[in-house]
Every structure is written in structure tokens, then in C-alpha cells.
């Protein structure tokens, strides 16, 4: 046990000032400080709202600078680096995938200097991807999981809300024994989309549990013209990128709202720069 001013000295030599680790967005940064390592951070959205691509965009950005690591339970390697080429060639990802658009080498180039480890086996659990982790002797600095809801556990004695709640919970006791970040993409439930004007809230994740008691940080994915589009198939329906992160919970900060743009061809976000008054 240590005293108050032993326990102040200890902290503050520790102190990371400013933004740890960059999202990709500064908006999202000046108002979160970033991914911290040691925590945890979801990021959650309704199915086809852009969960994925939002991770991907985030993980392109940090593997830039730190070690990253991306599990993907839903989507094949293959496909996930196709979605990584449109994005940094800002193409059409279905024209790339018809073969319209070359890879340009550039883009390959740019590509193998990221520090990106990419896993992309179904079903598993907490405990394998905490060996995996370990197994690769790399110092992670952020680890990113597409999504929660596919991670499966050892028991299946629990319901599945209580396992969503265990799973969280291993997740983030794991973020703090490693001191590594992790972001997790999840499912938010029906709810919003029985909701006049469609907003998510923290509300929607309660079904699960305990996962709003247990993250660090939750940050909403909203684009209201999906639901005009793809819900009502209005046909005269035009999707103009209009699209939110809602940061809804912060444990050690602000919450809010941050405008980013969605760009449905090469399935990717934006962030607004108002000075330029641009993306």
C-alpha cells in the first residue's frame, strides 16, 4: 500500500498528455483524447450503417504509427484488404471488385508500410484472441475486433446477454493486463429503428447488459439517408454522406456530437474540415 503523495508521483510521471492514439478524426480526438491503452472503446451501429468501414478507416490510420491488430470474425482477409485499396484510392469498391479500376502500385507501396496484423478466423473466443495476441510477440498498441456479437465463448450454460456481458468484461480486464487499446464494433438493437427519427442512444445496447457499464468509451454511428434508402426503398431517395459519431459515453471526458461524411462508394468516412469548409 502506498501513501497519497507516493501514489502522486508514481501517477504523475505517467501522465500521456494530449491524444495517445489517434482515431483518424480530430474532432473525435479533441473530444475523447483518442484511443488510450488500457481501455476499452465500442463502436456501435445498426447492421449496413457503416461499422466496418469506420473501423477500417480507424485502423488504416493508427497502423500508420502504432502496431495494430485486426480481428475480423465476419469478413474474409481478402475482401477486407479490397475495402482498404478503395479506401486509399478513393474508388468505387464495386468497381474495383469488376475489375473497372486497377491496384496501382502506389497504393501497394503505401500499403506494406502500415503495421497491420489482420486475423480472420469465425467463431472465436476471448481466450484465443488473447493467445493469439501473445503468440505474436508484437508489442500491440491498438487491437481492433469486428464484431462483438460474433465472438463466441468456452460455456454455453448462459444466455447470450450474459455472455455478451462476459465477453466485454474479458475484453477490457485483457486492454488493461496488456496495456493495449482495444476497439470493438457491436450491433445496437432493433429499437432504433422503430424510432421516429432513427438516432441511436445507449439505451439500445441495454438488452446486452452490462456493456455500457463496462466500456470506456461508446461511440454511436448514425446516417440518417440510410433509412430513407435502404429501409423504405425510396427510390427518389439521394444518399448526401450526411453522417454522425456519437460519443455517448466517456468515462474520463466530454460527450457529443461530431459530423463526418460518408462516402458510399469506396465505403469510407470523412472528417469535416470547416476551415476549408471541405472533407
Known sequence: MQTLRDSIDSVSKNIV????????????????????????TLIAGRPSIGKTAMIVDMALHTSQKYNTGFFSLEMGQQQLIERMIANKQDVSYTDLKKGIIDV????????????????????????????????????????????????RTATVKRARYEELDRITENIRETAKQLNIAFVVAAQL??????????EPRLSDLRETGGIEQTCDKIILLHRPAYYNIYEKSDKDAVDDGE????????????T????????????????????????
Do not use: C
Not at 256 to 279: C, D, H, T
Open 104 to 151: 496501382k502500385q502506389e497504393t501497394k507501396d503505401l500499403l506494406s508500410t502500415h503495421s497491420l496484423w489482420i486475423d480472420d478466423r469465425t467463431g472465436l473466443t476471448p481466450e484465443v484472441i488473447w493467445a493469439t495476441i501473445k503468440a505474436t510477440k508484437v508489442n500491440f498498441d491498438v487491437i481492433f475486433i469486428d464484431y462483438l456479437q460474433l465472438i
Open 243 to 254: 453522417a454522425w459519431l456519437i460519443l455517448a459515453k466517456n468515462r474520463n471526458g466530454e
Open 17 to 40: 498528455s494530449g491524444i495517445e492514439i489517434s482515431t483518424g478524426f480530430q474532432q473525435l480526438d479533441d473530444m475523447s483524447l483518442g484511443f488510450k491503452r488500457g481501455e476499452l
Open 256 to 279: 457529443g456530437r461530431i459530423p463526418v461524411v460518408w462516402f458510399g462508394k469506396s465505403m469510407a468516412f470523412r472528417q469535416v474540415n470547416f476551415e476549408l469548409e471541405s472533407f
Open 189 to 198: 438493437n432493433r429499437a432504433v429503428d422503430n424510432r421516429e427519427n432513427h
